[in-house]
């Protein structure tokens, strides 16, 4: 089966929130805190509005992988500029930044998920950037170790604790 790789376009809407809605359900069933919001609760739209918002501030884009006709999986990344916060404790960089990497769970294991991370490497590349960022949700950690096959190191982390038990 021959995977297409291309930017989006606007009929591609609605496949983009159905696999986006898988995603969030299976982060919701990961998080022992509760804390994400299953599908019956996520605003897939506001999250595409919010999610366009911030390409469009980054020089970034969407792109599809299609296998006959249909969905299978995109990528989301845009261009970031060191922040002058950042500035305080680093040195600046262009970076890329990766927002959403999702493949439909039927199409995992095909190279689909791996092919995106280079589509959006290359865009990168293309525009400047020196290193690529993507963040993971711990205990998604398929993901994780994905990450880490792509050749991703670990170099932040952020924990957790409730405190109103």
Do not use: W
Request: aromatic residues 10%; hydrophobic residues 35%.
């Amino acid at each position: 089966m021959e995977i297409i790789v291309r930017p989006e376009r606007p009929e591609d809407q609605h496949a983009l929130e159905v696999l986006m809605i898988e995603l969030q359900d299976h982060i919701a069933s990961l998080d022992f805190l509760g804390r994400n919001r299953p599908a019956v609760s996520f605003d897939v739209q506001a999250y595409f509005k919010n999610l366009r918002d911030t390409l469009r501030k980054g020089d970034g884009r969407i792109f599809v992988a299609e296998s006959n006709g249909s969905i299978t999986g995109f990528v989301a990344g845009s261009v970031t500029e060191t922040s002058s916060q950042d500035l305080l404790e680093a040195f600046p960089s262009r970076d890329g930044k990766v927002h959403e990497l999702i493949v439909a769970s039927g199409e995992r294991g095909r190279g689909i998920g791996a092919g995106r991370m280079q589509t959006v490497e290359e865009y990168f590349k293309e525009h400047g950037c020196k290193f690529m960022k993507v963040g993971c949700f711990a205990p998604n950690t398929s993901a994780h170790d994905f990450y880490k096959r792509c050749g991703f190191k670990d170099r932040y982390t952020e924990m957790i604790k409730e405190v109103n038990v």
